[in-house]
C-alpha cells in the first residue's frame, strides 16, 4: 500500500513540474509544440517549419466570435508592425468551430481589419490541446529555438487606453538583446475556447 501511495504522488509531482503556473500543459522552457500544414486565410498552408528563419514566434490563439480577442486586433496588429522589421513572425489561429468563427468569416474578419499576419484554423483543434491554450486571445512566445519563452496576456489590461505592462512586446525585447524576459506567464485573459470534448472508446 505504501508503495502505490509513493507511486502515486511522483506521478503528480512529475505532473506538476511539467505544467506552468497557469498552463495545464506547457512550462516556460519547454520546446514548444510544433504544427504543421494548418489552412491560413491567404489559401497557403502553414507550418512552424516555415519561420526557421525568424528570430522569435509570437503564437496568438483568437477568434472572431470573442469581444476581447475583438479588442485586442488592432494592438496584435501593431504589435506584428512593431517586431516585423526585427525578425519576429506573429501568427493567429482559430480553433472554434461556432459559425461566426468558420473559415470563409475568418477572411472576411482579416480582410476588414487588414490583418498583416497569418490567420490559421485549426478544425481538429490539436493545436490549442498541444499548446494548453483555453483563451482567446492569449499568447505565446517562442525564442530562436522555438522554446516556450513567455505565455499569457498581451499586456495588463482589456482597455488599451489603461495598459500599463506590455508583456508581450517586453519579452520579445529581452529576446531580441539576448537576455530571458523578467515576466515570463501571467493569467490570459478573455473567452474561453471552446474544445469539444473527446469521446471515450468503447
Excluded at 111 to 126: A, C, H, I, R, V
Aim: net charge neutral.
Amino acid at each position: 500500500m505504501t508503495r502505490i501511495l509513493e507511486v502515486v504522488c511522483l506521478l503528480a509531482l512529475g505532473t506538476t513540474a511539467h505544467a506552468g503556473e497557469y498552463n495545464p500543459v506547457l512550462s516556460i522552457g519547454d520546446q514548444a509544440p510544433a504544427w504543421s500544414d494548418l489552412p491560413g486565410i491567404d489559401g497557403k498552408t502553414h507550418s512552424l517549419a516555415d519561420l526557421k528563419q525568424s528570430k522569435a514566434v509570437v503564437l496568438v490563439f483568437t477568434c472572431n466570435s470573442c469581444p476581447y480577442a475583438v479588442d485586442y486586433e488592432t494592438r496584435i496588429i501593431a504589435l506584428a508592425k512593431q517586431f516585423a522589421a526585427h525578425g519576429v513572425a506573429v501568427v493567429a489561429v482559430n480553433v472554434n468551430k461556432v459559425p461566426e468563427d468558420r473559415f470563409d468569416e475568418m477572411k472576411a474578419r482579416a480582410k476588414s481589419q487588414g490583418f498583416n499576419f497569418p490567420y490559421l484554423y485549426d478544425e481538429t483543434q490539436q493545436i490549442a490541446r498541444d499548446f494548453g491554450a483555453t483563451y482567446t486571445p492569449e499568447f505565446f512566445v517562442l525564442d530562436a529555438q522555438r522554446k516556450i519563452a513567455y505565455m499569457g496576456a498581451l499586456d495588463d489590461s482589456p482597455a488599451a487606453d489603461k495598459v500599463q505592462q506590455q508583456y508581450v512586446a517586453t519579452a520579445l525585447t529581452a529576446l531580441l538583446d539576448g537576455q530571458q524576459p523578467k515576466v515570463k506567464e501571467t493569467v490570459a485573459m478573455g473567452c474561453r475556447i471552446r474544445l469539444e470534448r473527446k469521446r471515450r472508446g468503447r
